[in-house]
């Protein structure tokens, strides 16, 4: 079992940056590949990032690549996304997800999900 709490979020202006927090709690936390998804108001909910279990791998939507990081703490039980060069579209609820060892970009291969934090990007 993994708990999944977002923290950082918050309005910005484009341009600027932001870094997201996921603390999770649960002993086998670093068994976990741990995914941001975002969901932005009358869309479906879409990948932004992930890193395997061990870190060793990342992944990112086409969308954010070059300007998002994702990264993890197995000692502290946290991931992180830093978010740089943001725009207006990256307007959204930004979620935090697990699933076992590696990570995908489908929301339905995760198992257990954050409540969400809003990101808001002022043009």
């Known amino acids: 079992q993994v708990q999944l709490v977002e923290s950082g979020g918050g309005l910005v202006q484009a341009g600027d940056s932001l870094r997201l927090s996921c603390a999770a709690s649960g002993r086998t936390f670093s068994r976990y590949a741990l995914g941001w998804f975002r969901q932005a108001p009358g869309k479906e909910r879409e990948f932004v990032a992930a890193?395997?279990?061990?870190?060793?791998?990342?992944y990112y939507a086409d969308s954010v690549k070059g300007r998002f990081t994702v990264s993890r703490d197995n000692t502290k039980n946290t991931v992180s996304l830093q978010m740089n060069s943001l725009k207006p579209e990256d307007t959204a609820v930004y979620y935090c997800?697990?699933?076992?060892?590696?990570?995908?970009?489908?929301?339905?291969?995760?198992?257990?999900w954050g409540q969400g934090t809003q990101v808001t990007v002022s043009s």
């Open positions: 890193t395997t279990w061990d870190a060793f791998s990342t």
């Open positions: 997800a697990a699933r076992p060892n590696y990570g995908s970009s489908r929301p339905s291969e995760y198992d257990y």
